[in-house]
């Protein structure tokens, strides 16, 4: 998988949201230069910097302090003062209210769209991204459980093209999958 040169200079730990991924958060979320965006788990930070190159000011998550040091390293390498990391565990609180997007990637995202719930505002968008079926099915029952509405399931598979004399077809590498993403507005 293509990973462009602005993410290859950014420090990872954990498994990262890789930019085609990013690229579908970015659109389906409608992030914009107004929005306010609270992120979970922080990890690498790379959902978070993607975020806070478009947002007005994103609040990022996480309970682990080594994963928030490196993440914070990205931070200011990426030159971003928009962006704040945070120590917490999002399934019990959720500091911050009347935000546009919620993006959770983290074990048992599930727990934490109760609180997610509460800081959005009416009409803001929460995101899940999860690599397990099982995991979005739990999300999406509990999203509906709480009223929220356009919920929409996908996931982008992005082909790498070869472009050889002999002959132009896809590369027969890559990576099938990463995580399925669940957008759904709170009404
Ligand atoms: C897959 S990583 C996130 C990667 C990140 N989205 C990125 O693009 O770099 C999952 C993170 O969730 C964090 N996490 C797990 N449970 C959490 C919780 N209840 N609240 C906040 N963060 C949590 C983990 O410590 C881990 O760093």
Known sequence: ????????????VPQVIVPKDIGMILAYSGVNRDSVCVDAGAGSGWLAIAL???AKQVYSYDIR?????VSEKNRKNEGLDNLTFKKG???????ENNVDVVTLDMPDSDKAIKNAQKALREGGCIVGYMPHMEQVKKFVETLEKRKF?????MESIVRDMLVREQGMRPSTKGV???????????Q
């Open 149 to 153: 509405v356009d919920v929409v399931v």
């Open 89 to 95: 565990d999002v399934t019990k609180k959720i500091k």
């Open 176 to 186: 099938w999958h990463t995580g399925y993403l669940v957008f759904a507005r709170k």
């Open 65 to 69: 302090e080594d994963f928030l040091e």
């Open 52 to 54: 806070a190159r478009v």
């Open 1 to 12: 998988m293509y990973i462009p040169q602005h993410y290859r200079r950014l420090k990872r």
